[in-house]
């Protein structure tokens, strides 16, 4: 099991840039996949970026293309989620999220408790 805890939002004006963190605890944390996915208000929760075990692949939905990268220190159990260019649309709760297995897209069981990230036009 994995606990993950978030951090990193804030209030940014649109064109700006957050990067966001996602801490885990245990020793296996290099095992999981990870992934970040947000929910803004009234919508359905979404995936945003995943990356495998080893960094080797990447997952970026289409509409963070270009914008956010995924990355990952195995040695300081940290995931990384950087956005850049924010848009006002961006705004929601930002969660990470980790996986057993190694699909990207779906099977996350672990989930930390998410971090607000506003962006102001």
């Known amino acids: 099991q994995v606990q993950l805890v978030e951090s990193g939002g804030g209030l940014v004006q649109a064109g700006g840039s957050l990067r966001l963190s996602c801490a885990a605890s245990?020793?296996?944390?290099?095992?999981?996949?990870m992934g970040w996915f947000r929910q803004a208000p009234e919508k359905e929760r979404e995936i945003v970026a995943a990356?495998?075990?080893?960094?080797?692949?990447?997952y970026f939905a289409d509409f963070v293309k270009g914008r956010f990268t995924i990355s990952r220190d195995n040695a300081k159990n940290t995931v990384y989620l950087q956005m850049n260019s924010l848009k006002p649309e961006d705004t929601a709760v930002y969660y990470c999220?980790?996986?057993?297995?190694?699909?990207?897209?779906?099977?996350?069981?672990?989930w930390g408790q998410g971090t607000q990230v506003t962006v102001s036009s």
């Open positions: 990356i495998d075990w080893a960094g080797g692949r990447r």
């Open positions: 245990g020793r296996t944390f290099g095992r999981y996949a």
């Open positions: 999220a980790a996986a057993e297995r190694q699909v990207l897209t779906s099977g996350y069981a672990y």
